[in-house]
């Protein structure tokens, strides 16, 4: 008969009091309290929410799972099809709201439902790379200052009136100059040390407390950690990839899909140091660029690039995932 050790290649460990640096998937005996505990993830799945109206990808998005808003994007490819459209998530269904005033993709947002930004992207044809932000108020958008530099397929997180923006494509190579915004005007912030576009963020991240990962970088993996002054290049994604999505925080984010290539729905959680691949992935195999909202355990994905001639309408909800030590006591 098999044992455990012959199995996993190690016999369950006998501890006087629980490790301190517990990986998913390892098994210990505390003999002190009798129990038998394992690290493993709470039951975490992503399951079909409403379609969109309209099909995008390369979107702005913002908000939370019940209540979310997904703005722009190109409707499909080819030709690229640019869109002003506006929706609004309350758990269930989208609803189209008012539209932007300028048509683009490849552009970023960050924010709420009702208090939103949307920057950036560019305009076909013509590939007309832009600045442009406009600002949301829940129910009309209007034009702002524009970024310092015009790009595209970059990445957004914060508020409506502490936000950032990061990295992206301003022409020839990725770009990896940071831009922080106070509601009214934009400054620089520190620069990425991995120039990148096609990334993913942390959208409820802060402008002092922000992680970015992915991309059309080398290597793909890179993630990196933001203090409100430099950023530091910290543990990588475990599959590399650019066009994914993201959303949580800078210690609790949240990785899906995009290109490896191929296309991947491959998931991941980060715990503020490290990540774990999750066993669970989208139902959908997709590139997710700028379609993220919410938080690690309570997550969105709208609309994407599945590889057909349209953008996808599909809407999926994350819930779960989060770590967790389960016991057994033994008698």
């Known amino acids: 008969m098999s044992d455990y050790y012959g199995l996993y ?16 998937g390892q098994v210990w005996y505390n003999s002190t309290s009798a129990v038998l505990k394992v690290r493993a993830f709470t039951a975490a799945s992503w399951a079909s929410g409403g379609n969109l109206n309209t099909g995008t990808d ?28 506006t929706e609004k998530y309350d758990g269930t269904s989208w609803t189209s709201v008012t539209s932007m005033g300028t048509a683009r993709y490849g552009l970023t947002g960050f924010g709420t439902q009702t208090a939103a930004i949307g920057a950036g992207g560019y305009i076909n044809p013509g590939f007309q790379i832009v600045s442009t932000v406009e600002s949301y108020n829940g129910s009309s958008w209007s034009p702002v ?15 409506q009136t502490a936000g950032m923006v990061a990295g992206g494509n301003a022409g020839p190579g990725a770009q990896s100059a940071v831009e922080l915004y106070n509601g009214s005007s934009w400054t620089a912030g520190g620069s990425l040390n991995t ?4 990334l993913a963020s942390s959208g409820s991240g802060t402008q002092t407390a922000a992680i970015v990962f992915g991309g059309s970088s080398s290597p793909a993996a890179a993630t990196e950690s933001y203090n409100g002054t430099s950023w530091t290049t910290v543990n990588s994604l475990n599959t590399g990839r650019d066009n994914l999505g993201g959303a949580g925080t800078q210690t609790a984010a949240l990785a899906f899909g995009g290109n490896v290539p191929p296309r991947t729905g491959a ?3 980060w715990n503020g140091t490290s990540w774990t ?33 349209t953008s996808s309408t599909s809407t999926e909800e994350f819930t779960g995932a989060a770590t967790s030590t389960k016991t057994v006591t033994v008698t």
């Open 267 to 269: 998931t991941e959680l």
């Open 9 to 24: 290649g190690q016999k369950v460990q006998y501890l006087a009091s629980d490790p301190t640096d517990v990986q998913i």
């Open 58 to 85: 390369q979107q702005g998005s913002g908000g939370t799972q019940t209540s979310a808003i997904k703005f722009g994007g190109r409707s499909g490819d080819p030709p690229p099809r640019q869109t002003t459209a």
């Open 145 to 159: 200052t524009s970024m310092g530099t015009a790009r595209y397929r970059l990445t957004g997180l914060g508020t």
């Open 277 to 309: 691949s999750s066993p669970i992935g989208l139902n959908t195999v997709r590139s997710c660029l700028g379609s993220g909202a919410g938080t690690q355990t309570s997550a969105l994905c709208n609309g994407g690039n599945t590889g057909a001639p």
């Open 195 to 198: 120039a990148r576009s096609t």
